[in-house]
Antibody, heavy 119, light 108 residues
Framework: QVTLKESGPGILQPSQTLSLTCTFSGFSLSTYGMGVGWIRQPSGKGLEWLANIWWDDDKYYNPSLKNRLTISKDTSNNQAFLKITNVDTADTATYYC???????????WGQGVMVTVSS | AIVLNQSPSSIIASQGEKVTITCRASSSISSNYLHWYQQKPGAFPKLVIYSTSYRASGVPSRFSGSGSGTSYSFTISRVEAEDVATYYCQQGSSNPFTFGSGTKLEIK
């Protein structure tokens, strides 16, 4: 059974760095063809893809945010991470991690973690 | 960046009615990389259709998809009350791997 769960700080202040963790089970990020992606959704709005990391450590970033994003993984502990630097109120959203598979499809999603940026 | 234009942005349908959502891409994409998700109110998105026309595991047969190139569609043959959700298309063909703006389905 594949499960993913996001964790994060809940609230942080503008200009700080947001650190998110995705803890998963039921698959390994050392397995060929497996990956984890991060997607966010401001309240009442649509989905925005942020970044993906693959089993071979290949990484992809949304160019509109690339300078602020860092994705990484800890294969031994079945975790993936996303850091967003210099946050502002526009980064307030629910952040999801999802397993990404061949053909760039997000087959399994976490429940999401709400993050609020506020002074 | 490939922009995915979904239409309509909202639909109000009666139970048993057929509904179709269109997703038009600003550039041609391989049909293998066009997917559809369902997000029920207050929940996370769930994969419904992958690679244009393949139903994900456990998805009822009333859901279907088709298309090629820049034009794709998602159809619910007979809408049920449990189908109330926002539906998104997504392309995995080129970076950034964008989502459509969503279509909100409500029941009369």
């Amino acid at each position: 059974q594949v499960t993913l769960k996001e964790s994060g700080p809940g609230i942080l202040q503008p200009s700080q760095t947001l650190s998110l963790t995705c803890t998963f089970s039921g698959f390994s990020l050392s397995t060929y063809g497996m990956g984890v992606g991060w997607i966010r959704q401001p309240s009442g709005k649509g989905l925005e893809w942020l970044a993906n990391i693959w089993w071979d450590d290949d990484k992809y970033y949304n160019p509109s945010l690339k300078n602020r994003l860092t994705i990484s993984k800890d294969t031994s502990n079945n975790q993936a991470f996303l850091k967003i630097t210099n946050v502002d109120t526009a980064d307030t959203a629910t952040y999801y991690c999802a397993r990404i598979e061949e053909l760039w499809v997000y087959g399994y999603w976490g429940q999401g973690v709400m993050v609020t940026v506020s002074s | 960046a490939i922009v995915l234009n979904q239409s309509p942005s909202s639909i109000i349908a009666s139970q048993g009615e057929k509904v179709t959502i269109t997703c038009r891409a600003s550039s041609s994409i391989s049909s293998n990389y066009l997917h559809w998700y369902q997000q029920k109110p207050g929940a996370f998105p769930k994969l419904v259709i992958y690679s244009t026309s393949y139903r994900a595991s456990g998805v009822p047969s009333r859901f279907s998809g088709s298309g090629s190139g820049t034009s794709y569609s998602f159809t619910i043959s007979r809408v049920e009350a449990e189908d109330v959700a926002t539906y998104y298309c997504q392309q995995g063909s080129s970076n950034p791997f964008t989502f459509g703006s969503g279509t909100k389905l409500e029941i009369k």
